[in-house]
Every structure is written in structure tokens, then in C-alpha cells.
């Protein structure tokens, strides 16, 4: 009798374990080495690496496989892997593309580009101007700098340094401003009380703040193709205003893959506002840029991938519309991002 009730007692036990441990969505996932799927944490597959079957025990290995050539991935839960860069005509290869790592480039002997995600090289400064001479050569990531001859200290366009009647003037001119700044911090707090008051007082007189009709208004297509806005509900949020107007058709890893990859080609300055509003913290967001310290394109593909980590079943893809569409900066890029999301198949209209 106790050989017959040992069986269940152990499989009631092991189900009261994965109800209470494994389905709060990405709720005990370590998101440094695991991955939410299929109420489930699995762990990541090892970079150079993409996932053929994802784990059916919770935090285990599933089954990886190699990147196929002109491929590669880092750590990662992805049934595909990522397209090699091509180094461009005005760039030279460091270092190939190998799998686990994308492909390094860097400007030509004689060009420089100073941004991280280098668009374009520049031509190095080959001569500084009548009167100054070379201080520090051209760099892969800076220009020449010129200065004053014997000084040591880069010009900014002037042609004579500091001398010492200016360092005398300096004495007397910077206490004066460090005391005029402290008085104009005083003046723009109290303003700012004033404000809030003032603000406050308005507020509680009619009831609500006045909102921008930018931001509760949303594009909805009718039975005849006829786009208009509608104010937001107020017990309707926007991302329930996009579940009810589209439907996600591709809803692999490939599908979410390429809908992380048409985010950050529309969204560029206000990305970490964008994570921001996703609800990532700030050490999410540096841990993500710590990871790839060189390459923005792979910082920003890390942090939606703690993002969907951490929401588990509640990272949507309309909860990333809604975010853009609240953002007045990003407003009018959401009917682009909806058309490039119908054109590679990953969401469609639902029928009228």
C-alpha cells in the first residue's frame, strides 16, 4: 500500500513545486544565464551557438547546435543565429567573424571615426593651419589635433594661449560666478515650488491634468480603408487597443528576433528613455552596455532580451507599440514600425 502511494505522493510534490517555482512568468529565472520559455527557465546556450530544442526540465541545457557559416551568436535562447557584418569599402577587417563573435571593423589607414556606431569614416587632417603645428597624429577613432608650437595644448581656434594677465582676471572672475550660479539655483528652485503649487491647486480646482491629444489618440483603419483617431478609453490601454486591431502571426524566435531588430532601426536618441518606460532598471540597461561595450546594435538587442526575460508571458509585442506610441518623440514612428512588422509576416489585421 505505502509502494503504491509513494508515486503519487513524489509526482503531487513535483507538481506543487513547478506551480509554485516555475510558472510566475520569468519570475525565478536568473537572467544572466537563463531564458523564460514555454513556463519554463532554461538556460542559455553557449555563444557560437543557437537553440534546436528548447529544455523540458526547468533550469536545464536543452539542445544547441553550431552557427551555420556567415552567422553568429552570443549567449543566447534563439532558435536562429545573427547575420555577420560586412565591412564597408571605407573600413578594414580586424578581426573575422568566428561564430561566437561578429565581425570588427575599423577605418582605413588615414580615416578616423570618432562615433561608437560609426556610419561614415572621415579623412584625417593631413596639415594644421599657418601657425600651429601637429600636437597628437591621427588616429582609427580621432583627428589631428593642432596646437600652438611649444604649448602642448590643443587649439580650439585661437591663436595665442593663455597668458598670464587672463590667469590674473580668472582670480577675481570665477569666485564672482560660482556665487552668481548659486543665486540663480535659488531663483529656479523657488520658481519651481511656486510652479508645483501653483499646478497643484489647478488640478485639485478641475478634477484631472489636460493631456495631449497626441498622446491619447491612436491610427484605426475601418471597414473602408479610412484612418482616423480615436481617444484612448480610459479603462483600455493602448496596448489593448493594438491586441484588438492586429494579431501576432509569427510568434517564433525568428519572428521575435526580427521585430527587436525593426525597433532599433526606428528608435535611436530616445532608446534608453524607451527601456526606461519598458520597466529595465538602470543596472539592466548598464549591465546590457557592459556586455557589448563596442557594438550599440548588440546593447540594445541585450536589453530587450532581459526585458522579455523579465515579463515573461507579459512581453508583448504591443506592449513595445504602446511604449513607442506614449512617447511624444516616437509618436509618428509607430505606423512605420507597424507597416515593416506586416511586411515580414510577424503580425496582420484582424478581420473586420
Known amino acids: 500500500m505505502a509502494s503504491a502511494a509513494a508515486p503519487v505522493m513524489k509526482k503531487l510534490a513535483s507538481t506543487l513545486l513547478s506551480s509554485e517555482n516555475d510558472r ?4 525565478t529565472c536568473d537572467l544572466k544565464n537563463e531564458y523564460w520559455h514555454d513556463d519554463r527557465c532554461c538556460l542559455y546556450c553557449l555563444p557560437g551557438t543557437r537553440v534546436l530544442k528548447h529544455c523540458t526540465i526547468p533550469h536545464t541545457l536543452g539542445s544547441c547546435e553550431g552557427c551555420p557559416p556567415g552567422e553568429y551568436a552570443l549567449k543566447n535562447g534563439l532558435e536562429t543565429c545573427r547575420q555577420c557584418a560586412q565591412c564597408r569599402e571605407d573600413q578594414e577587417m580586424v578581426r573575422p567573424c568566428l561564430g561566437s563573435m561578429n565581425t570588427k571593423c575599423q577605418c ?3 580615416y578616423y571615426c570618432a562615433s561608437p556606431d560609426c556610419e561614415m569614416c572621415q579623412r584625417c587632417t593631413e596639415r594644421c593651419p599657418e601657425g600651429m603645428e601637429i600636437l597628437q597624429g591621427c588616429t582609427r577613432t580621432a583627428d589631428t589635433e593642432c596646437g600652438a608650437p611649444g604649448t602642448g595644448i590643443p587649439s580650439r581656434g585661437d591663436s595665442t594661449p593663455v597668458r598670464g594677465d587672463l590667469q590674473d582676471w580668472t582670480v577675481i572672475l570665477v569666485p564672482s ?5 548659486f543665486i540663480l539655483c535659488i531663483v529656479i528652485f523657488c520658481l519651481y515650488i511656486w510652479y508645483k503649487k501653483k499646478q497643484k491647486s489647478s ?13 491619447l489618440c491612436i491610427l484605426i483603419e475601418d471597414a473602408d480603408n479610412r484612418v482616423f483617431t480615436s481617444p484612448e478609453s ?3 490601454s493602448l496596448e489593448m487597443d493594438f491586441d484588438e486591431l492586429y494579431t501576432v502571426k509569427d510568434d517564433t524566435e525568428r519572428g521575435r528576433s526580427k521585430s527587436f531588430d525593426i525597433f532599433q532601426h526606428h528608435i535611436h536618441e530616445e532608446w534608453d528613455e524607451f527601456v526606461q518606460n519598458l520597466e529595465l532598471d538602470k543596472n539592466e540597461i548598464i549591465m546590457a552596455k557592459e556586455k557589448h561595450p563596442h557594438n550599440p546594435g548588440e546593447q540594445k ?4 532580451l532581459t526585458w522579455r526575460n523579465k515579463l515573461g508571458r507579459a512581453a508583448s509585442l504591443f506592449k513595445l507599440l504602446a511604449t513607442a506610441h506614449k512617447m511624444p518623440a516616437t509618436t509618428k514612428r509607430v505606423q512605420n514600425i507597424l507597416n515593416e512588422l506586416i511586411d515580414e509576416g510577424i503580425i496582420c489585421k484582424r478581420e473586420t
Open 24 to 27: 510566475a512568468p520569468g519570475g
Open 108 to 110: 582605413k589607414e588615414g
Open 177 to 181: 560666478g560660482i556665487i552668481l550660479v
Open 203 to 215: 488640478l485639485d480646482k478641475d478634477g484631472r491634468r489636460s493631456m495631449d491629444e497626441n498622446s
Open 234 to 236: 480610459r479603462n483600455q
Open 301 to 304: 538587442f541585450e536589453m530587450l
